[in-house]
């Protein structure tokens, strides 16, 4: 919120109202966002499914995400996405400098 303040002057009084309440941009996400990129300083964080497997479960995971062969096809076939992922992150900062634009 602090680089759409800083960059974009429609949105220069968002989040503003938290600040003034003593909530930072973070805490902010922190509690309002079931999920987060890690982009920028904001910390990356789940979505918290894992608490809800039981132990069985938990194993089953833990066996899958062990095998190397499943991992480099997974790996593999989530190369497009990962690769538009890390471009996005690579941009992250230097973006916000940039005029705004539509896909």
């Known amino acids: 919120m602090t680089e759409m303040r800083r960059t ?4 220069s009084e968002i989040g503003l109202s938290e600040q003034r ?5 973070s ?4 509690t309002n966002s079931s999920n987060s990129f890690g982009f920028g300083d904001q910390p990356t964080r789940r979505n918290q499914s894992g ?3 039981d132990a069985a479960k938990k194993k089953r995971l833990e066996a ?10 997974l ?5 497009p996405e990962t690769e ?7 941009r992250y900062h230097a973006q916000w400098d940039e005029d705004l634009r539509t896909c």
Not at 8 to 11: N, S, V
């Open 84 to 90: 538009v992922y890390d471009f996005a992150k690579r």
């Open 27 to 30: 805490a902010f996400w922190e």
């Open 51 to 53: 608490d809800k497997l």
């Open 8 to 11: 974009l002057p429609d949105f």
């Open 75 to 79: 790996t593999k076939l989530l190369a």
């Open 64 to 73: 899958y995400t062990a095998d190397s062969r499943e991992m480099t096809e």
């Open 21 to 25: 309440s003593g909530v930072s941009d």
